[in-house]
């Protein structure tokens, strides 16, 4: 089983340049994240689906898009690249499970880290 | 505002040594705490601690949730080189995840 597969594995941009940061997942799973984690410190929510067509903004939305198309895929997309933005980024997914009226626990991509300089 | 906290930060400690990590929180009508491991690439999951009280056990690892006091506790006897990573604390709210900043276990031979 796939899973959650993110690619690329690691990227290096220059200040201002564009890149999309792939997610697919193969568990029919509704919801969708993205996280961002700088050294040391936790998981930050950028961005978060709960259906194909729905998006909604997390804790850090400034400097990125989204895009459910499919329930399949929820690519990130960073428009023009700054220092601040390199981190590990991570996708995950979840389902809503009628047992506790809440999700099942996350499912993590392997990760992306993307360093702008 | 919600918070999910760990503690200690980091902790250090030789093969053998039993290790105790606290996560406390401040989030409301929460429905699940769940415990995961990093080593270095994806979190990868535990635990899942959705009543009070009642311990979840596997293997070394035992994790107990207290929704009175609001915290709780992830165990791990006889700690191996293995079990280094950054040990994550969520709570998982209707369709959403809040992440504690992780508490870094090194064990050292």
């Known amino acids: 089983n796939a899973g959650v597969t993110q690619t690329p594995k690691f990227r290096i941009l220059k200040i201002g340049q564009s890149m999309t940061l792939q997610c697919t997942q193969d568990?029919?799973?509704?919801?969708m994240y993205w996280y961002r984690q700088d050294p040391g410190m936790g998981l930050k929510l950028i961005y978060y689906s709960v259906g194909a067509g729905i998006t909604d903004k997390g804790e850090v939305p400034n400097g990125y898009n989204v895009s459910r198309s499919t329930t399949e895929d929820f690519p990130l997309r960073l428009e023009l690249a700054a220092p601040s933005q390199t981190s590990v980024y991570f996708c995950?997914?979840?389902?809503?499970?009628?047992?506790?009226?809440?999700?099942?626990?996350?499912?993590f991509g392997q990760g992306t880290r993307l360093t702008v300089v | 505002e919600d918070k999910v906290v760990q503690s200690p930060l980091s902790l250090v400690v030789h093969e053998g040594d039993t290790v105790t990590l606290n996560c406390s929180y401040e989030v409301t009508n929460f429905r699940s705490l769940l415990w995961y491991k990093q080593e270095k690439k994806a979190p990868t999951f535990l635990f899942m601690l959705t009543s009070s009280g009642i311990e979840k056990k596997s293997g070394r690892l035992s994790s107990i949730l207290d929704k009175k006091e609001l915290f709780s506790i992830l165990n791990i006897t006889a700690t191996q080189t293995g079990d280094s990573a950054v040990y994550l604390c969520?709570?998982?709210?209707?369709?959403?995840?809040?992440f504690g900043t992780g508490t870094s276990l090194t064990v050292i031979p």
């Open positions: 995950a997914s979840s389902y809503p499970t009628r047992q506790t009226g809440s999700n099942t626990e996350a499912f």
């Open positions: 568990m029919n799973h509704n919801y």
């Open positions: 969520a709570l998982s709210r209707g369709n959403q995840f809040y």
